[in-house]
């Protein structure tokens, strides 16, 4: 190929790449995968008078789940509510005055990196109910999660095998232009393979993700609401834009193959390749974690380079197969050529594989205590065996292959090592397609731990108290007791039980003991009758203590100092 066509087509992978890399850049992360930080009411609390409102607060925003929240009756009944997410609370408003008894919340939201997180607790008002149904927890079926699983297997082996089979054709096949017409049909065969498996996954991903937070079955799938919903989703936007990219990767490959003269054919092929695998970035646990330049930018590096590794073993596999018609000679040159790359490959997704568990588990306890944690370890046991094998091609067979050419004395053994190569590569092949298996399962798992020991530790530490003040009452809540941001909330009550109205707005301070900093003073926002709100930046751990003056009449302004111990 003339030097000048060469760095046009280089110049043009650039481009590309660069173009579909403003794709892995669109949005920022957030936080973590959501974890429940308390309820108001909290579990088993027995209240005097109905709420007005319940409560549930998580760590970061979440997003309600259409149907996903019910209000029952001691009895099973379910009750008229309406539940909506603002920011990290959901909200749920009885459509009546709760009557005296026990009730049941089940609810069920959508974390930030679209992983379903569900919970359920109970509350009385008045006297509780002498019997009550349990508490339950509604989660997907078995078909339905075995299904989504199975889903996205294909969407990362039909993407991995187009991107990938990409880059083998037009950065390490040596052939000439044109030629080996017989193996460049195979190649497009494969990649239209893949790209008609990817494409009947991605569009069946939609429903069944819908389904599956919605803690739904497989027949689920099947109802309108659930493609309705799903429509409009994030999974049907990254969808969207992984099957626009492999479309427009595999028409404009064989264009690109061919040699001809315009360079924007392999611009187009690899700028759409990227597209194609930073739609697969948009959704997923990677968006959750931080920080992002580190953990984004290993998943793309990890992403990209599984897939160059399983496209150019099955470019591999086609190259050396007897019925290719390839020339010795340049098929040991396209194998030292990946052979090469493969060494590269080899380190980036170890390299890349360790920060992203790092980042997503960060303890040890995470890796063995949690499913996510024990089929990440079944992926890298997987992944170390390809490598084994990959590296028993590259020092074993390898320099066989290619010290059998015309000429040498050698082309006996090199034909042995060359069809030996042929079946190790095939078997590269199948064992990247199981890790792809255990990565579709990993979508469908959380990073994070969710049994009582976890829960108990992530649940606000604070305090909840009820003090005289006054002729009345004063019960305040502060959440969650450690250094950083709290949340205090009071409400005021008049000597029979009901909400009582200050004359004025209550003043707030806090003081730390040991050593000896404050009053700081804090606004209160009232919030309803006699119930008012306030942050407080408690910015050290010790024994602080928070005073609210209540002028409560003309000659009342009771004074009421709760102690409060703040953690770390």
């Not at 009944?77 to 959901?90: H, I, Q, R």
């Not at 974390?111 to 019997?131: C, E």
């Not at 003269?261 to 194609?276: C, E, I, K, N, Q």
Request: with cysteine; aromatic share 4%.
């Amino acid at each position: 190929m003339p030097r000048t066509r060469s760095w046009r087509r280089a110049v043009a992978v650039l481009v590309g790449a660069a173009a579909g890399l403003l794709v892995l850049l669109t949005g920022g992360p957030a936080a973590a995968h959501a974890v429940l930080l308390g309820t108001d009411p909290q579990d088993g609390a027995v209240l005097d008078a109905p709420p007005d409102k319940v409560t549930i607060t998580f760590n970061e925003p979440v997003q309600a789940v259409d149907g996903g929240t019910t209000l029952l009756a001691a009895d099973g009944s379910p009750v008229d509510a309406a539940a909506v997410a603002v920011d990290d609370t959901l909200v749920v408003t009885p459509g009546a005055p709760l009557a005296d008894g026990t009730y049941v919340v089940s609810w069920r939201v959508i974390s930030l990196d679209s992983h379903p997180v569900a919970g359920a607790f109970s509350f009385s008002v008045g006297v509780p109910s002498s019997t009550s149904i349990d508490a339950q927890v509604t989660e997907p079926s078995a078909g339905l999660v075995a299904a989504r699983a199975i889903d996205q297997t294909v969407v990362y082996l039909g993407t991995f095998l187009v991107v990938g089979l990409v880059v083998f054709e037009l950065l390490v096949l040596h052939v000439s232009p044109g030629s080996a017409p017989v193996l460049r049909r195979r190649i497009q065969l494969v990649r239209t393979g893949g790209l008609a498996a990817a494409a009947v996954a991605l569009v069946a991903a939609v429903p069944l993700t819908t389904a599956w937070q919605a803690g739904g079955s497989l027949a689920s799938v099947a109802e309108p609401a659930t493609w309705t919903t799903g429509i409009l989703s994030d999974t049907a936007v990254a969808g969207a834009l992984g099957l626009t990219g492999l479309v427009l990767a595999t028409l404009s490959a064989p264009r690109a193959g061919r040699g001809t003269r315009a360079a924007w054919p392999a611009g187009v092929a690899l700028g759409a390749s990227t597209l194609a695998l930073g739609a697969l970035l948009l959704v997923g646990h990677t968006r959750t974690f931080g920080p992002a330049w580190l953990v984004l930018g290993s998943d793309a590096l990890h992403v990209a380079a599984g897939a160059v590794w399983l496209g150019g073993v099955t470019g591999l596999a086609l190259v050396l197969a007897p019925s290719a018609g390839l020339d010795p000679r340049r098929a040991g040159t396209t194998v030292v050529r990946f052979s090469t790359l493969g060494a590269w490959l080899v380190l980036v997704l170890a390299l890349t594989g360790v920060t992203l568990g790092w980042r997503t588990l960060g303890t040890v306890e995470a890796l063995l205590g949690t499913d996510y944690g024990r089929t990440l370890l079944i992926k890298a046991g997987l992944a170390l065996c390809v490598v084994v094998i990959a590296a028993w091609n590259r020092y074993r067979l390898v320099p066989t292959v290619t010290s059998g050419g015309p000429g040498s004395g050698h082309t006996a053994p090199a034909a042995v090592a060359r069809r030996r190569l042929g079946r190790t590569v095939l078997a590269e092949v199948a064992l990247l397609g199981l890790v792809l298996s255990a990565t579709g399962v990993l979508v469908s798992n959380s990073p994070v731990a969710t049994d009582a020991a976890v829960a108990e530790e992530a649940a606000p530490q604070g305090v909840d108290v009820t003090e005289e003040a006054g002729t009345g009452s004063l019960r305040a809540r502060i959440t969650p007791g450690r250094v950083g941001v709290n949340s205090l909330e009071i409400t005021l009550l008049d000597p029979a039980g009901a909400p009582l109205e200050p004359l004025e707005t209550p003043e707030l301070s806090t003081t730390l003991a040991e050593p000896a900093i404050g009053p700081f003073t804090r606004p209160l926002t009232e919030t309803g009758p006699g119930t008012y709100e306030a942050t407080l930046d408690l910015t050290m751990p010790g024994s602080w203590t928070v005073t609210i003056s209540v002028r409560s009449s003309k000659y009342e302004n009771p004074i009421v100092d709760i102690p409060l111990e703040v953690t770390s």
